[in-house]
């Protein structure tokens, strides 16, 4: 296999190394298996930061689980939100009555997640949990937290893993820093 080429992109500063996300998101599965206590749960995965942590965690998971995605807009212009979410992709299946855990790639000021939170909940579900791999909580305006967090972290703008900087950088193996020489 030939070695991907990510050149452009190592004079980012690595916060976390695969293997640093790989260890961690390991325990939030075996915690998250553990919480479930046997029950079946649907997956939700939040478009389209969390696609590659959700696949991850989900292999740690290893109990009844079955996979839903949702997408949200948060009509935000570099740090700034506008507090108004709109929601451009639901669920697929039904939710009422089952075990649910919402997997989101970055807990930041929080407006998605309780817009998404409160939508879920209208749907009845057994159970709400919610698992996001970062969290800046210095940066949060609604009041909500993650019942699972991967790591918390100042107010850097990260990409990788699943993280996006315009689109780009998705596919990075590590969580990098995107620093301002690199947006101008
Ligand atoms: P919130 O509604 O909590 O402010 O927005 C959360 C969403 O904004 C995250 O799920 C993520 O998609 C995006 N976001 C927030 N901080 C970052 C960041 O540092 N890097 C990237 N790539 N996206 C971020
Ligand atoms: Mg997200
Ligand atoms: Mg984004």
Sequence with gaps: MPTP?????ENLPIL???????A??????HQIREDLNGEPAVLIGVLKGAAIFLADLARNIGADCTFDFVSASSYKSGTQTSGAVQLIKDLDEPIENKNIVVIEDILDTGVTLSFLYSHFERHKPRSIRIAALLDKPS???QPIRADYV???????????YGMDYAERYRNLPDIRILTPEVIA
């Design 139 to 141: 940066r949060r305006i």
């Design 16 to 22: 976390f190394s695969r293997d640093q996300i790989q």
């Design 5 to 9: 080429d990510y050149t452009a992109t």
């Design 24 to 29: 961690r998101v390991a325990e939030l599965g």
């Design 150 to 160: 991967g790591f918390e972290i100042p107010n850097e703008f990260v990409v990788g």
